[in-house]
């Protein structure tokens, strides 16, 4: 059993998963940004690869790209940092990035040095269904790595079914189709994760986009088994003297 199937085996509500970018505010934070994470409360962190050109990404996340890759990160640099990361994280880790960087480090080169260190899974919004089916599936299932699709509002139902079959670990609902950071009507998002949750789907389901407190959390976790933090988490981490208090302090304000 992979450590995201289990991790929703053992809690199918309430799961807290926060996006860090990897080389911010330094370089070498990767690490010391996923121990405090795991120190104070969170189930997974999906940890993001830098990339000029990010597609998803709001002006925050886009920002700590562009300092990440000023301070020197590379997929590279990211699997040195991770080569001996799962000695102390025990929690689900994913990767989330973007097709360019990875296609020019070599994909199953990639997916070999990904599942050698301990990555759990991927997430690559640009990486449409047929490329992944026709070219790419084979190679993510042959290193065991997760694949997460994501569905937004309007996705039809037919799609986000095909999506949710060739998803695993967990499916990503966006909750609308704009970029991260981004203020949401929580009303018009709350309709569309009940539709998803009459849907019935295979696969559990996080909310991103837009979850930035206590309460966006708790109201993402009412209608799906959990969310995604991002910009708010790097804001937090933007002017932090200290990862670990900082990560903290934004931690006890969602979960406490």
Same mark, same amino acid.
């Given at each position: 059993?992979?450590?995201? +199937?289990?991790?929703?085996?053992?809690?199918?509500?309430?799961?807290?998963?926060?996006?860090?970018?990897?080389?911010?505010?330094?370089?070498?934070?990767?690490?010391?940004?996923?121990?405090?994470?795991?120190? +104070?409360?969170?189930?997974?962190?999906?940890?993001?690869?830098?990339?000029?050109?990010?597609? @998803?990404?709001?002006?925050?996340?886009?920002?700590?790209?562009?300092?990440?890759?000023? +301070?020197?990160? *590379?997929?590279?640099?990211?699997?040195?940092?991770?080569?001996?990361?799962?000695?102390?994280?025990?929690?689900?880790?994913?990767?989330?990035?973007?097709?360019?960087?990875?296609?020019?480090?070599?994909?199953?080169?990639?997916? *070999?040095? @990904?599942?050698?260190?301990?990555?759990?899974?991927?997430?690559?919004?640009?990486?449409?269904?047929?490329?992944?089916?026709?070219?790419?599936?084979?190679?993510?299932?042959?290193?065991?790595?997760?694949?997460?699709?994501?569905?937004?509002?309007?996705?039809?139902?037919?799609?986000?079914?095909?999506?949710?079959?060739?998803?695993?670990?967990?499916?990503? @609902?966006?909750?609308?189709?704009?970029?991260?950071?981004?203020?949401?009507?929580?009303?018009?998002?709350?309709?569309?994760?009940?539709?998803?949750?009459?849907?019935?789907?295979?696969?559990?389901?996080?909310?991103?986009?837009?979850?930035?407190?206590?309460?966006?959390?708790?109201? @993402?976790? *009412?209608?799906?088994?959990?969310?995604?933090?991002?910009?708010?988490?790097?804001?937090?981490?933007? +002017?932090?003297?200290?990862?670990?208090?900082?990560?903290?302090?934004?931690?006890?304000?969602?979960?406490?």
């Amino acid at each position: 059993m992979t450590r995201i +199937n289990q991790l929703f085996q053992n809690k199918e509500n309430e799961v807290l998963n926060v996006y860090c970018t990897a080389g911010y505010p330094q370089l070498d934070s990767t690490l010391q940004v996923i121990k405090a994470l795991q120190s +104070n409360g969170v189930d997974m962190i999906e940890l993001g690869m830098p990339y000029s050109d990010p597609l @998803a990404d709001g002006p925050v996340i886009q920002h700590s790209s562009t300092i990440a890759l000023a +301070n020197g990160m *590379t997929i590279r640099k990211l699997f040195e940092q991770l080569k001996d990361f799962r000695r102390e994280i025990h929690l689900p880790v994913i990767l989330m990035g973007y097709m360019n960087p990875i296609l020019q480090y070599g994909f199953e080169k990639f997916c *070999t040095d @990904a599942a050698k260190v301990g990555i759990d899974g991927l997430i690559l919004p640009d990486l449409p269904e047929y490329e992944f089916e026709t070219e790419f599936a084979a190679i993510i299932k042959k290193y065991g790595l997760d694949f997460i699709f994501l569905v937004t509002p309007e996705t039809s139902d037919e799609r986000i079914r095909r999506l949710d079959e060739l998803s695993t670990g967990f499916l990503y @609902a966006v909750s609308s189709s704009s970029i991260t950071g981004k203020a949401k009507d929580f009303s018009a998002v709350e309709k569309y994760l009940e539709r998803l949750k009459c849907m019935k789907l295979r696969n559990p389901i996080l909310v991103g986009f837009g979850i930035k407190d206590k309460p966006t959390f708790e109201t @993402a976790c *009412t209608h799906a088994n959990g969310a995604i933090i991002g910009t708010a988490f790097i804001k937090a981490l933007e +002017n932090a003297g200290d990862v670990e208090s900082a990560t903290k302090k934004f931690l006890n304000s969602i979960l406490q």
